[in-house]
């Protein structure tokens, strides 16, 4: 189990308890049902919030207590099947431009470039930059798999032009207290803001660096299992949600509805003259049509 999770457990045990003001052993299992539905309906927590809580719960009783639930209150919730947001290519250019700060530009570049989570960027190290062999050493990897990442030139240029402004650390990112890396939170703010400077409309966050990544790999004839090594995915499950994603087998379909004359031959703009002329009269008709329909 990582520190961050172990951070997390304590945080949602801490505030369970809070909320029953007793003894774990004296909490019936229909009241910590009651809870987490209490989460899910009156605190608005996503199926997702309320299955790290759900998990938190279920530790606490059978690793720390020794308690063995044969019947747990409810079943572990299930997350909604959602696809992630991607950005096209000019929307990442649009969007790593509008960074003014050389260093947290950087830090969105590396997520979007290599793939990797955000605190997994964070811990990077500078001797983990493999300047020969063009890789990154991801060491706080999800699971606790290390792995590489690949790096491209483009990417190795900006990283050199940084580290000549930076000294010998151990961070390639270091924070501002003590021997301790950027904090998460503080970089996801950063991103927040971002977002509103670029003013694009999609609603983000930083996994969309990695997702959009993904999805152009595959587009441009990456194969799966090589994504999913870059990712740092356990299966290939995951990774094969990047399928969906993709848009340019889509755009090259050719769509019946492009042949039909009725719709292509309409034309795009009309001046006012041109509107009342005879030729265009038929057209009219056909506009009023559609007008009154929709």
């Keep these: 189990m990582s520190d961050r999770t172990v951070d997390v457990y304590t945080y949602r045990v801490r505030c369970f308890l809070m909320h029953f003001q007793k003894a774990p052993e004296t909490i019936r299992d229909d009241e910590i049902g009651r809870y987490l539905m209490f989460l ?44 992630p947001v991607v950005l096209s290519i000019s929307e990442v250019e649009r969007l790593l431009t509008h960074e003014p700060n050389a260093k947290y530009r950087l830090i969105f570049m590396m997520i979007y470039a290599t793939g990797m989570r955000l605190n997994e960027l964070l ?24 792995r590489y990442v690949p790096m491209n030139a483009t990417l190795l240029i900006h990283i050199e032009n940084y580290l000549r402004t930076q000294p010998k650390q151990r961070w390639l990112f270091p924070g501002q207290i003590g021997d ?27 996994h969309a660096l990695r997702h959009s990544l993904a999805t152009h790999l595959y587009e441009n ?23 969906q994603l993709q848009a340019r087998e889509f755009n090259q379909i050719d769509h019946p509805l492009d042949h039909m004359q009725a719709f292509t031959a309409l034309p795009k703009r009309l001046s006012r003259s041109a509107y009342a002329d005879r030729r265009y009269r ?6 009023n049509c559609f007008q009154e329909s929709y």
């Design 40 to 83: 899910r309906e009156t605190k608005n927590y996503s199926w997702s919030g309320v299955n790290i809580v759900y998990s938190a719960i279920k530790f606490l009783y059978e690793q720390t207590l020794g308690v063995v639930i044969n019947h747990f209150p409810m079943p572990r919730p299930t997350r909604e099947k959602r696809l």
């Design 123 to 146: 811990h990077v190290r500078q001797r983990d930059i493999d300047r020969e062999r063009m890789l990154i050493l991801v060491r706080y990897a999800k699971g606790g798999r290390a």
């Design 180 to 206: 301790e890396p950027l904090a998460d939170r503080y970089v996801q703010g950063l991103f927040r803001t971002l977002q509103k400077r670029s003013r694009l409309s999609k609603q983000l966050n930083m």
């Design 221 to 243: 004839g990456t194969d799966l299992m090589t994504i999913q090594r870059v990712l740092g995915h356990r299966s290939i499950n995951p990774t094969l949600q990047y399928i």
């Design 282 to 287: 038929p057209w009219r008709r056909k506009i």
